[in-house]
């Protein structure tokens, strides 16, 4: 590899980085309208079955725990921010650890396709509950930013057990 | 216990039920022997096994039961629990296969439950495995409803059709949508929940939480369709006998089964106007208006609810002590219904139900909350759900179907047979 192509995707690599851990520190600090921006017009996020193999998924076929396109994923933003949230109000501590980033493709058109190691800590009424499994991201340019075209967060979980619900952003 | 489990005062207009039935160990294991081992239990749904040999590896009431079609096309429900020394004998989840064989010393059984394979077999009598004591146990008594498959482990049992009494007229509703039947969605929703599973039992039947719970759900509604006010949230609950219950009512979202909303567009309305017009052929205007256009939240006693709202969710929970339950929850569709149809119902399923919905979270932090309350039993005893005890009709907010489920809860409860 010549000097300039490892400059080109060490520039890469670090512009990805930054995106990820820039999201978690949102999302840990619940901005989450600026956690929403940090998402392309018609970004969408899912949380797939844990008993449905991660390649056959398809939200169109199978059941989610989460699919939602940029109106509901709106919808679920403008939810989490009110009181009458009664999951999150008063609102869980929540700590997430992203790592193992690795760029997947890197398309013609300048898509990338990301997968990252997650685990999210969510703390509420004394309990901690522990979500691990990996991301995969579609990320875009636009204009000279990157954005979240799409974002998968496949659980390394047999159900939620104990965790009951996803009340935050994983 | 010497204070009773429910006061039932229909002169007085009021029932309490006892906090601690919630807190109880001893409640809880009174539980197991006299209303998880003596009721009829879901198993599982016949779409969930097409082919001879599909199975599905299930927990029911904490027992690990095997539901599958044989090479001989019979669907059947076996312990799955080796008869040899006691291994899960079938540790995959789902799946389609001639045989199982035990991993801890090979024993092999037939998908039809009988031994196969009984390995170092010289060393056994002769005939040894001919009384059918090296093959899988049957469940004692197995049955199916409308495509609904229910357990049963008590020896004497009445029949699962008298058992579900007036809840078989609901069930038909659910299983006839289609005229090319109904089908479990492929994913399931595998929760637990920090509280009683009698708690979610009120909850999944309960009209009277919806305004205050599911606030951030009905501004949802509005925001995505600009007004509430066309079908208001109105109707009935009925008690339906053996501890089952309904709610039906009118509500102002979408039902992929021929209930539009303006998100759906034009495709969506030409799409359930043809819907609709199969069902009035099919089964008469009066069946498919009520099929089409109410919701139904259903528990059939004890553990299965069935809720035909803005998609319909199968769903089935048992307790693992007295503060804790383990939910399964399935989407049910129509077989062969339009791709469109199939994504809307999926996507109208998630925005309400299950642990990412907009609703089933803040269902769940209640629930908890609840049994957290329930710590001060022993000085703030009872639970109230009088709520249209005198009621001629009972409104779908009232609690009529919670009182069904109680009194049958504690006739089983506190019967001499046990
Ligand atoms: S326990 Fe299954 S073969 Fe021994
Ligand atoms: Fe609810």
Request: glycine share 8%; aromatic share 12%.
């Amino acid at each position: 590899m010549s000097n300039e192509n490892a400059m080109a995707e060490l520039l890469r690599f670090y512009r990805v980085q930054q995106l990820l851990f820039k999201e978690a520190s949102l999302l840990d600090a619940w901005q989450l309208q600026e956690w929403l921006a940090l998402f392309t017009d018609d970004g969408s996020y899912f949380v797939p079955p844990t008993d449905v193999p991660a390649e056959e998924a398809d939200p169109a076929k199978h059941l989610y725990y989460i699919a939602d396109n940029h109106d509901r994923l709106t919808e679920r933003v403008i939810r989490l921010d009110k009181k009458t949230c009664h999951s999150e109000y008063p609102r869980s501590k929540v700590q997430r650890l992203v790592s193992n980033i690795l760029i997947d493709d890197v398309a013609a058109d300048g898509t990338i396709t990301v997968k990252a190691a997650f685990t999210v800590y969510r703390s509420k009424n004394g309990i901690t509950d522990t979500f691990m499994g990996n991301y995969v991201y579609v990320l875009k340019e636009q204009g000279d930013e990157l954005k979240i075209s799409r974002k998968t967060c496949n659980l390394a979980l047999n159900g939620l057990r104990p965790q009951a619900k996803i009340s935050i952003i994983l | 216990m010497n204070t009773p489990y429910i006061i039932d005062d229909q002169e007085g207009g009021r029932f309490k039920v006892a906090r601690n039935t919630f807190t109880s160990q001893e409640v809880f294991e009174q539980e197991r022997d006299r209303i998880f081992q003596n009721c009829w239990l879901y198993l599982g749904h016949e779409s969930e096994l097409s082919k001879p040999g599909d199975f599905v590896a299930r927990s029911v009431a904490g027992q690990n039961l095997l539901f599958v079609k044989g090479r001989d096309g019979v669907i059947r429900a076996l312990f799955n629990v080796c008869p040899h020394r006691g291994a899960t004998v079938c540790r995959e989840k789902k799946g389609n296969s001639k045989s199982f064989q035990c991993m801890y010393h090979g024993w092999v059984f037939k998908n039809t439950g009988e031994i196969a394979h009984l390995s170092g077999e010289p060393a056994y009598e002769d005939n040894f495995k001919d009384d059918g004591n090296c093959d899988l146990r049957h469940v004692p008594h197995f049955d199916q409803y409308a495509g609904f498959y229910f357990v049963a482990f008590k020896k004497e049992i009445e029949p699962l059709a008298d058992y579900l009494a007036g809840a078989k007229e609901y069930l038909d509703i659910v299983a006839n949508q289609s005229a090319a039947g109904m089908e479990i969605i492929g994913g399931t929703q595998e929760y637990s929940i920090g509280a009683n599973w009698k708690l979610l039992v009120e909850n999944s039947v309960d009209g009277y939480h919806a305004e205050a719970t599911h606030a951030t759900y009905l501004d949802y509604l509005m925001n995505t369709n600009g007004s509430l006010t066309a079908t208001r949230l109105a109707g009935k609950g009925h008690d339906l006998g053996n501890g089952h219950a309904v709610i039906e009512y009118s509500a102002p979202w979408g039902r992929p089964i021929a209930q539009w909303i303006p998100m759906w567009g034009e495709t969506g309305k030409a799409e359930l106007d043809r819907v609709y017009a199969e069902l009035v052929e099919r089964l008469g205007e009066d069946k498919a208006k009520q099929m089409a256009t109410l919701n139904r939240n259903m528990i059939i006693f004890p553990n299965l609810v069935i809720n035909d709202i803005m998609a319909i969710t199968v769903r089935t929970f048992y307790p693992t002590a007295p503060n804790e339950m383990m939910v399964n929850g399935f989407a049910l569709g129509v077989i062969d219904e339009s791709d469109w149809r199939r994504e809307y119902r999926l996507s109208n399923f998630l925005e309400f139900i299950g642990p990412g919905g907009f609703a089933t979270p803040d269902d769940v932090e209640a629930l908890e909350q609840c049994q957290r309350g329930f710590q001060s039993a022993a000085n703030v005893p009872w639970n109230d759900i009088s709520k249209g005890m005198k009621a001629k009709t009972p409104s779908f907010d009232d609690e009529v179907q919670m009182r069904a489920f109680w009194r049958e809860w504690n006739r089983r409860m506190t019967s001499e047979e046990g």
